[in-house]
């Protein structure tokens, strides 16, 4: 990391990615966490070794998954003196359990950890009705029967066997994702078809890394599932013109649709990161090292763009770091929207954004649409929430690698109005 010893990335694995309720519609994050952290002990030779950290992650978890983290990491081969913590931050949340692996490794208080996430939206939490919940309370602290059953009874009505599910909006606007990147999208005249050419470039992209083979020891099979089953290589421009607005429907002006936003996906992924002494010491060639991290925020409740902090952060690591936004060979920017990744580079062109919201003297300026997610991104892989960031480090360490050097940028928008951000070198 910029301050502490260098922090090495030696590979990662996934199973793969997979449309809401399909192939894992019965297996949920632990499940799904213990193929994918198995899948890295036996990759590296992990078995029965003890870690400093498994550091894993899930947005949408039951009240049963009290730390994934440690309880995938008993089930993983690792030795069980390993300790695991559970995390949660959005869509950054792998990367964030990366930096905070990185970070212990950085500052010498461990030698060698792993860093992922999972997350389903097939198996997600449902909560019983608040006054259903306080009447199952109530009558659990009863000291007598006829006392329970007068308490569950009494004022019961059946509008209380209403479940409560997992809300989709943000708690401080109501509005979904997809509504606040609608606003993003108006608010920067981003159009419909550059959103379009956008989702069939990542589709493009990802398929074509499949069939050179590129994945196949990043992508574990899993459920008889060997690839990205929301992947659609053979899509075209006209399919992905014909959809509807998906979230603005009644304005006239929607341009998001399913096929320009990510589709709710399961998965899981994980990260093995490590000082480069243990690397060394056991036989593993250095990816790449992370050099720098950072986190910022925005005031989405007023106005601001509830998915334009990865902005901010970037400028702020960049400043950080001596570096300009064309200093990287690749850049890796999560793809929650075709949109928010058009946003994100329009904001880093426009000299009125970064003097007033980034309080630069010139503009960030433009990067080589090449050189953006060259392997495709979540528009064509999908986005289990937690699971994105490992994929996309996993993702661009191998790429350094077999680029033989180079600097990678990495972007991911969260939820909340945050972004998380690092630089990858090798």
């Known amino acids: 990391m910029l301050h502490g010893r260098p922090v090495a990335v030696l590979g990662g694995a996934r199973i793969p990615f997979c449309r809401q309720n399909t192939a894992y519609a019965d297996v949920g994050n632990?499940?799904?966490?213990?193929?994918?952290?198995?899948?890295?002990?036996?990759?590296?030779?992990?078995?029965?070794?003890?870690?400093?950290?498994?550091?894993?992650?899930?947005?949408?978890?039951?009240?049963?998954?009290?730390?994934?983290?440690?309880?995938?990491?008993?089930?993983?081969?690792?030795?069980?003196?390993?300790?695991?913590?559970?995390?949660?931050?959005?869509?950054?949340?792998?990367?964030?359990?990366?930096?905070?692996?990185?970070?212990?490794?950085?500052?010498?208080?461990?030698?060698?950890?792993?860093?992922?996430?999972?997350?389903?939206?097939?198996?997600?939490?449902?909560?019983?009705?608040?006054?259903?919940?306080?009447?199952?309370?109530?009558?659990?602290?009863?000291?007598?029967?006829?006392?329970?059953?007068?308490?569950?009874?009494?004022?019961?009505?059946?509008?209380e066997l209403k479940p409560e599910f997992p809300g989709v909006g943000e708690p401080r606007t109501g509005k979904s994702m997809g509504q606040h990147c609608e606003d993003m999208a108006k608010e920067w005249n981003i159009s419909r078809e550059a959103q379009d050419e956008w989702a069939l470039s990542s589709h493009k992209k990802l398929a074509a890394a499949y069939e050179r083979g590129f994945f196949d020891d990043l992508v574990v099979p899993f459920r008889g599932v060997n690839r990205d089953n929301i992947l659609r290589g053979d899509t075209t421009i006209e399919k992905l013109a014909s959809l509807k607005p998906a979230f603005d429907r009644t304005s006239g002006r929607g341009t998001l649709t399913a096929g320009n936003s990510t589709p709710l996906t399961d998965g899981a992924s994980a990260c093995l990161i490590a000082s480069e002494d243990w690397a060394a010491q056991n036989g593993h060639e250095v990816l790449c090292r992370i050099r720098d991290a950072h986190v910022a925020a925005v005031d989405f409740v007023h106005g601001e763009g509830l998915l334009m902090a990865p902005t901010v952060a970037v400028a702020e690591m960049l400043k950080r770091n001596n570096l300009t936004l064309q200093d990287f060979d690749v850049y890796e920017i999560h793809e929650a929207f075709a949109a928010q990744v058009l946003c994100t580079l329009r904001a880093w062109e426009s000299p009125e954004y970064c003097r007033d919201r980034l309080g630069l003297d010139a503009p960030l300026g433009s990067i080589d649409p090449a050189k953006i997610n060259p392997l495709g991104s979540s528009l064509a892989a999908g986005h289990p929430f937690a699971a994105t960031g490992a994929r996309i480090v996993a993702t661009a360490a191998k790429e350094l690698q077999q680029r033989g050097g180079g600097r990678c940028l990495i972007s991911i928008c969260t939820a909340g109005g945050m972004g998380v951000v690092a630089i990858l070198e090798r």
């Open 30 to 159: 632990l499940g799904m966490s213990v193929r994918t952290l198995g899948a890295v002990v036996e990759k590296f030779g992990l078995q029965g070794q003890q870690l400093g950290e498994v550091a894993m992650g899930a947005v949408l978890k039951h009240s049963s998954d009290w730390n994934i983290g440690r309880e995938a990491a008993l089930s993983s081969g690792l030795s069980p003196l390993t300790p695991g913590i559970t995390m949660q931050r959005a869509c950054g949340t792998s990367l964030d359990t990366i930096i905070t692996v990185a970070n212990k490794v950085a500052a010498g208080q461990i030698e060698v950890g792993i860093g992922g996430g999972s997350d389903t939206t097939s198996d997600v939490p449902i909560a019983v009705n608040p006054k259903l919940r306080r009447r199952l309370l109530s009558a659990a602290a009863a000291k007598t029967t006829m006392d329970r059953i007068a308490r569950l009874t009494r004022g019961f009505s059946f509008g």
